[in-house]
């Protein structure tokens, strides 16, 4: 492609709006420009990024059994009514009428879609398993996006669902599925990690989130710093045998705690640590009110608040709710004495606390030497704290580190909860009419673009892996006045291009210096300089992600080109 012929729009200045390097890159390299707040068009260079990153995704899901369908955008509000999914998305679900005044939304994903698709055609267990995927954009109204492409309200999604009869099946197909996505992001080159999520809103009990590993990201992880174990931060579970400490449990005494209102002031106060103070939470499970305790240096995981209560919802007890039930402010709260009929369970440390600091449920006044058990009781004790780094990694081995990730991709086990709202069934082998059982597969590929954008740069541009760069050789004749330069050029151009290499010529009439900022800022892998030694069969050679400069001969061209290729 001749740089004459396309449409390149380089930006000298960084636009003010764009605060991560990926973004600010998209627009100054001209790949990407924004219509409005979180929706963009792609320009022919970040088309060609895009399209490359299909390909590969493509490649994988036909090796993984996954066949692509086309769905559509436009989705019968009566299908998200019957999932119920009308109601309980808000404002960021996309609604619209069409001319008779009929309600629709415009897909923010296709469960609800390919079910109905499917419990129409499929009737029988020996059509399953079926796997269908498509690569479509997605509309969800985000409240702020931000970051480009990272977090947009239009966005490109590639989307697979799977149908099973049986668990095992499903089982098959996700470990499968899981496999594409680690070849996927492989290929890519991207710094990943699959960590164990939590299934949120979704439903369905096994899922894993695939983060890239980027200071921008806004999922933080907790990671092994020496096995695979990854988790998202709600998920990673503590596996520590807490044991209780061989020390003698004294009476327990109130004190006057004037002004000692924080964990850490109290512990002065009492001349011990956080550590052995009792952190004393209130919180609604499912509108029952249950208090939660930790150890004063730890802090409550909500995720497993709820998993521990089996609750829908959790959510803290507000100011009032805890003075009505507790009779004080949530300052002086402790478990000692608290009203008979109050549900109390513990994250597991609080078990080695022995002559411990807590709220005596008046303001004004802590005990001390409290020790479980002795001077309180507790329903049950559970991992109910965040993860810390240096903790030990649940799966023994190594010690977890945390990192900030972007999420690129998101599969699920999902069970029958969408079949069963949608009365999407099959006869089993025993004739009996079941709902399927589905798994769902995510990858963000407008937002695979961005990260790997994001991993892939330095000051002076992007350094595009081959396997993503929009093209692979930047032709770039100095003095496109000079005939020897222009013409070596177009011979070079013609032969790279009969050779099936991807050929990104700049026969703009730009001085040397414009030429080559731009090359270094659209960042392909190799930039070949036709200047002045052109005259003598000499091209000047560079190697943009490293840097490296040669010369090479014209007549070698060719096979130092296949060399830098294939490795
Ligand atoms: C909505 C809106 C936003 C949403 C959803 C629905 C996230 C929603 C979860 C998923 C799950 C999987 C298939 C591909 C992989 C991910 N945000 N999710 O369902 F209406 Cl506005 O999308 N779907």
Known sequence: ????????????????DAEVKSHQLLLRAGFIRQNTSGIYSFLPLGKRVLDKVEKIIREEMENAGSVEVFL????????WQETGRWYSYGDELMRLKDRNGREFALGATHEEVITDLLRDEIKSY???????????????????????????????????????????????????????????????????????????????????EFMVLSDIGEDTIAYSDTSSYAANIEMAQVNIEYSVPDITAEEMEKVETPDQKKIAEVAEFFGTD??????????????EFVVVLSRGDHEVNDVKVKHATDAKVVEMATPEEVKELIGCEIGSIGP??????????????????????????????????????????????????????????????????????????HIFKLGTRYSEDMKATILNDQGRAVPYIMGCYGIGVSRVVAAV?????????????????????????????????????????????????????????????????????????????????AADGILEVKIRSTGETFEWKQEELLEQLEQVFQN
């Open 1 to 16: 492609m001749k740089q004459s012929a396309t449409f390149i729009p380089t930006l000298r200045e960084t636009p003010a």
């Open 72 to 79: 559509p955008a436009m989705q019968q509000a009566e299908l």
């Open 126 to 208: 020996k059509k399953l398993p079926l796997n269908l995927y498509q690569i479509q954009s997605k509309f969800r109204d985000e409240k702020r996006p931000r970051f480009g492409l990272l977090r947009g309200r239009e966005f490109l999604m590639k989307d697979a669902y799977s149908f099973h009869s049986t668990t095992e099946s499903l089982d098959e197909t996700y470990d499968v599925m899981m496999q594409a996505y680690k070849n996927i992001f492989t290929r890519l080159g991207l710094d990943f990690r699959m960590v164990i999520a939590d299934s949120g809103a979704i439903g369905g009990k096994d899922n894993h």
């Open 274 to 287: 956080a550590e052995n103070c009792i952190k004393t939470l209130v919180f609604k499970a499912d509108e």
């Open 336 to 409: 000692v004495a608290l009203p008979e009929n109050i549900r109390v369970i513990a994250d597991n440390a609080v078990k080695t606390i022995v002559n411990g600091i807590a709220g005596a449920n008046e303001p004004g006044y802590h005990y001390k030497n409290v020790t479980p058990e002795q001077d309180f009781q507790v329903e049950k004790y559970a991992d109910l704290r965040f993860i810390k780094e240096g903790d030990p990694s649940p799966d023994g081995q190594g010690t977890i580190r945390f990192a900030e990730g972007i999420e690129v991709g």
């Open 453 to 533: 954008a994001e991993q892939f740069n330095d000051d002076d541009g992007f350094t595009w892996p081959a396997v993503a760069a929009p093209y692979d050789v930047h032709v770039v004749p100095v003095n496109m006045k000079d005939d020897v330069q222009r013409e070596t050029a177009a011979e070079i151009y013609t032969l790279l291009k009969s050779k099936r290499f991807e050929v990104l010529m700049d026969d703009r009439n730009e001085r040397a210096g414009v030429k080559f900022a731009d090359a270094d800022l659209i960042g392909l892998p190799v930039r070949i300089t036709v200047g002045k030694k």
